[in-house]
């Protein structure tokens, strides 16, 4: 089993900055598979970025520039560092690790006001 926890969310100004962190825990091994999706009211889940298998980050368009997706293997955490935030960006963030099997965190809200 896998178990992640977000947090780092919170409510910030157009232009604003937030860090979110994913504390993994279970069968994780390494950090490829991890990532990050977004879910605004009323519209669907979306990635927003994550590690993938040959160690290259991969970026929504929307975000590329001005969001950073790192991590420490050996504490199995993963961050999200968001710069220039704006209005559109604020949803519930979700931890996401799959592994065959999809696991998602609790979420996370991220609320940018203008």
């Known amino acids: 089993q896998v178990q992640l926890v977000e947090s780092g969310g919170g409510l910030v100004q157009s232009g604003g900055s937030l860090r979110l962190s994913c504390a993994a825990s279970g069968r994780i091994f390494s950090l490829s598979g991890m990532g990050w999706y977004r879910q605004a009211p009323g519209k669907a889940r979306e990635l927003v970025a994550a590690m993938t298998f040959d160690g290259r980050p991969v970026y929504a368009d929307s975000v590329k520039g001005r969001f950073t997706i790192t991590g420490i293997g050996a504490k199995k955490e993963v961050y999200l560092e968001m710069n220039s935030l704006k209005p559109e960006d604020t949803a519930a963030y979700y931890c996401?690790?799959?592994?065959?099997?999809?696991?998602w965190g609790q979420g996370t809200q991220v609320t940018v006001s203008s």
């Open positions: 996401h690790y799959s592994a065959g099997t999809d696991y």
